[in-house]
């Protein structure tokens, strides 16, 4: 158990809907990071939040959306969901904001049919 | 722009010999350097982290890299494999260098490891 917990595990849904990913960072880290793991695409950065405010944004799409609540608790809210949009989802979080390197959930396996 | 090559998409080793997965990476900063290991159904786990000072790294379960600035690479390598090395390995590189207030990282494709017995 890394200490980051990620819900849920697996998720199916259609195309055109809407799903939340929610994360609880390793108690004492600041930092929460979503990454989105393709076959195709690899490992890419999604957004990086920091106690509370975005840190800084990567190749998230407009369809997506994300916040840190003050228990420090991350949401991924995925919308208008595409075929294309399947993937393995990941938060991370560390300790501040600069990268001395984190600490990874399980992650979401999202399959959108 | 900062990027991170492994070559190989997958390396195959008999158990108890030499393991070397290959990265080599691009930045305009002086830059921070991970691996991390991934098995199957489960997250990435931090194995080693470049950050400064001592160019050779050592990490957990054996594993160690060597930052060569001069040929722009950090290459993970492990004496012998065990059978539990089994995983698939990705490099990357912290774009911020020494972090700053942002801390995201670019990642390589991964390299897929087998250990043979």
């Known amino acids: 158990d890394s200490g980051v917990t990620q819900t849920p595990k697996h998720l199916i849904t259609a195309t055109g809907q809407r799903v939340t990913l929610r994360c609880s960072p390793r108690s004492g880290d600041l930092s929460v990071y979503w990454y989105q793991q393709s076959l195709d695409q690899g490992l890419q950065f999604l957004i990086q939040?920091?106690?509370?405010?975005?840190?800084a944004k990567g190749n998230i799409l407009e369809r997506f959306s994300a916040q840190q609540f003050p228990d420090l608790h991350s949401e991924l809210n995925l919308s208008s969901l595409e075929l294309g949009d399947s993937a393995l989802y990941f938060c991370a979080s560390s300790p501040g904001t600069g990268n001395y390197g984190y600490t990874f959930g399980s992650g979401t396996r999202l399959t959108v049919v | 722009a900062q990027s991170v090559t492994q070559l190989g998409s997958h390396v195959s080793v008999s158990e108890g010999a030499l393991v070397l997965l290959r990265c080599n990476y691009s930045?305009?900063?002086?830059?921070?350097l991970f691996w991390y290991v991934q098995y199957p159904n489960q997250g990435l786990q931090l194995l080693l982290k470049?950050?400064?000072?001592a160019t050779l790294v050592k990490g957990i379960n054996g594993f160690e890299a060597e930052f060569k600035k001069s040929e722009t690479s950090f290459h993970l390598t492990k004496p012998s494999a065990h059978m539990s090395d089994a995983a698939e390995y990705f490099c990357?590189?912290?774009?911020w260098g020494n972090g700053g207030s942002q801390g995201n990282l670019i990642f390589g494709k991964g390299t897929k490891l087998s250990v043979k017995p």
């Open positions: 470049y950050t400064t000072g």
């Open positions: 990357a590189v912290s774009p």
């Open positions: 930045s305009s900063v002086p830059p921070y």
């Open positions: 939040y920091y106690n509370g405010e975005e840190r």
